[in-house]
């Protein structure tokens, strides 16, 4: 649980950092505004995906198999937020009241934001929002298995504390690593532009592989003798 939450947290907080890091250090250069629109995105695909796709992998899959395949599809997930370097820019010309968003400078006229492609800030979203759901299928499962394989009902609150304690510190851990770790390769130029956001991703893939091998150890909640 906590080495998920570790690994979970570290690849929810590279995003911003990734994102409001500029073009030259190998960042997106978004500003706050393009950050919240991906988060809002993601956010829609969580609210209306998580029932639909929880329900379909633990009916299908059952509890420790969705476990596995949630960790196992974050590992391909995390490495595809820098391919979001990859979509084209608008141009000045290419504005339009149709697909920009527009601002009152303060000379009370219309001004076009530069750069914004909605396909871009559609993908990223579209990527966080998966990435959150299957964050959500292995806490929910991990729940479940761990009560079910509980023998006495009254046990069930203090495992439920220590887990969330337990978890609590891979939360924390987690935006400190991804902290210094973009920092110590889009900020510190010791790696170039164009591959800082694949070494920092290729990390965090690494980390996420690393959760996906220890869900192989966990033991099928199934042999529990109060398993449902």
Not at 149 to 161: F, K, P, T, V
Not at 200 to 212: K, Q
Request: overall charge neutral; glycine content about 10%.
């Amino acid at each position: 649980m906590w080495l998920f939450a570790f690994s979970s947290l570290a690849s929810l907080e590279a995003f911003p950092l990734f994102a409001m890091a500029s073009i030259s250090q190998g960042g997106l250069g978004f500003d706050e505004a393009r950050i919240g629109i991906v988060q809002t995105i993601g956010g829609c695909v969580f609210v209306f995906g998580q029932y639909a796709a929880f329900s379909t992998a633990t009916s299908n899959f059952g509890v420790m198999k969705a476990i596995r395949f949630s960790t196992f599809g974050r590992i391909f997930l995390v490495i595809l937020f820098p391919l979001g370097l990859y979509f084209s820019n608008p141009t000045d010309s290419e504005c339009d009241v149709q697909t920009d968003i527009y601002t009152i400078n303060s000379n009370s006229s219309l001004k076009c934001i530069r750069g914004k492609n909605w396909y871009q800030l559609g993908y990223l979203g579209l990527v966080t929002g998966i990435i959150s759901i299957l964050g959500s299928i292995f806490m929910g499962c991990s729940t479940i298995g761990v009560n079910a394989c509980l023998m006495d009902a009254s046990q069930r609150a203090s495992m439920n504390g220590l887990q969330s304690m337990v978890a609590s510190i891979g939360r924390g851990l987690g935006p400190i690593v991804a902290g210094y770790l973009v920092a110590a390769t889009m900020k510190s130029g010791t790696i170039s532009a164009s591959a800082s956001a694949w070494v920092v991703y290729g990390v965090l893939m690494v980390i996420e592989s690393i959760t996906h091998v220890s869900t192989r150890v966990i033991p099928d909640y199934s042999i529990c003798s109060n398993a449902k």
